[in-house]
């Protein structure tokens, strides 16, 4: 700490002696304590077990749709309000947003996603088919609602069928291809994708 010049009560200056900044004698008050931080706490859907292979299939984030739907039973043909999750190439549903999903629609065996109000009878409604027959009918609250489940869903489907390539993915690889040598030279070079 630097020392101060003053004036003595005599009219001469004098140097005030420095002192510690801290001396044993003198309490320093504590800093004063953080604020405690928030908890966060981000709730977890509990994960759904495939009843066929036992795995357990994560329900949570990252999402492509998720939301309230109302769904006819597989048994009782009666329409009961279930949360629905869809993430990859599953739909999970389940009795309310943060319940263990009791049902999943495996879109990898879908075939089409439509509207069906005329089949149902019931407003918003839209059909999900699979190659065996198995149908689903559910219903949205609000048209908008029933169209973007609707072209989620198509999307998911379209995802995980064998016949979809990601431009990204795409790879000839074939060098016994028409076009090329055996020795895997293009033989037309203005083409970009040999």
């Excluded at 943060?98 to 629609?105: E, F, K, Q, R, T």
């Excluded at 839209?126 to 198995?134: C, F, H, M, N, P």
Aim: hydrophobic share 25%; proline share 8%; with cysteine.
């Amino acid at each position: 700490m630097h020392q101060q010049a003053m004036q003595s009560p005599y009219g001469h200056p004098y140097q005030k002696p420095s002192m510690p900044e801290t001396s044993p004698y003198q309490h320093r008050a504590p800093p004063p304590a953080a604020a405690p931080r928030p908890l966060t706490f981000t709730p977890r859907r509990p994960a759904y077990q495939c009843v066929t292979t036992h795995r357990m299939l994560d329900t949570n984030e990252p999402l492509q749709l998720s939301g309230f739907l109302t769904k006819q039973s597989e048994w009782l043909r009666d329409w009961r309000r279930r949360f629905f999750v869809l993430k990859g190439e599953n739909l999970f549903f389940g009795k309310g947003e943060w319940d263990a999903p009791h049902g999943l629609i495996d879109l990898r065996t879908c075939t089409t996603v439509k509207s069906a109000e005329m089949r149902t009878g019931r407003p918003n409604s839209l059909e999900v088919s699979t190659a065996d027959g198995t149908t689903y009918w559910m219903c949205a609250e609000t048209e908008k609602e029933k169209d973007d489940w609707i072209g989620a869903i198509g999307r998911a489907i379209v995802r995980c069928s064998s016949t979809y390539q990601d431009d990204a993915e795409y790879d000839s690889g074939d060098d016994e291809e028409e076009g090329t040598g055996g020795d895997g030279d293009s033989v037309d070079s203005q083409n970009p994708y040999k």
